[in-house]
């Protein structure tokens, strides 16, 4: 961690008709760390998640970004600003291999006007050949080179999920969100991510910010976490520190017990 601040969330708040899904949320995001949200179901994580990304305006408070105000700052601006993303639900070009699903990734982050494209001028040659470049390091480092030319139709859901995340990494962000990056993944594929989740980290410099329920995943790579419930912060420290709050055990539980996964119980077993 560098104790520069890269994020700044100052009194988020939004509300969605009668739901405050975000209750005036503060924390700082420092360059190079890893910093988890967690919170069970309906917390407000997603919620964050959506405002950095501009999908969501808040209702009050914001968002900067190395010190500039994310509120001026369109959604499909955002990747251009150095803030790429992951999703829960995979969101990939199902018909195209891998190759080229990370070469429009990087392409849609380039954005040169049209006439520079059609005349293909110098500039345009140019970062077409560091595209290439950026591509095949990134595949390379995630050890990608086996499923490069694969359609992402084809290919199990633990390389899609690397696939994602590749294609995240090409467009070279200084902050990258990972939205529960182990959802759907066994325990060996959640123990290889932890590993890149680190390598990001350590190798690349790059900041994440995270949303994540797999305790085992989040102890193993977070520097910070915030946990969250019904819209406010509970808790912000290291991941023993937050785990052992009991504010935290609290609202996951209703009392002390297994923090492994830290989902809310179905209703049905909570009124058992
Ligand atoms: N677009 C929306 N319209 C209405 N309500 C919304 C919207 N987005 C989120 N909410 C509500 O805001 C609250 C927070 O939702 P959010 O998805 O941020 O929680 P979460 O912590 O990410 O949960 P999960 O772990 O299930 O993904 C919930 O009550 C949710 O129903």
Known sequence: MSGETLLCARNLSVQFGGVKAVSDVSFDVQRGEVFTLIGPNGAGKTTVFNLISRIYTPTAGEILFEGRALSGVAPHQVAALGIARTFQNIELFEHATVLQNLLIGRHRHLDHPLWKELLFTPSVRASERATREKVEQVIDFLDLQHYRDTMVAGLAYGVRKVVELARALCTEPKLLLLDEPSSGLNVEETGDMAFWIQDIRDDLGITVLMVEHDMSLVSRVSDR????????????????????????????????????SLRRKPAIEEAA
């Open 225 to 260: 976490v915030l946990a969250m419930s019904q819209g406010q912060v509970l808790a912000l420290g290291t991941p023993a520190e937050v785990q052992a709050h009991p504010g935290v055990i609290e609202a996951y539980l209703g009392s002390a017990g297994d923090l492994s």
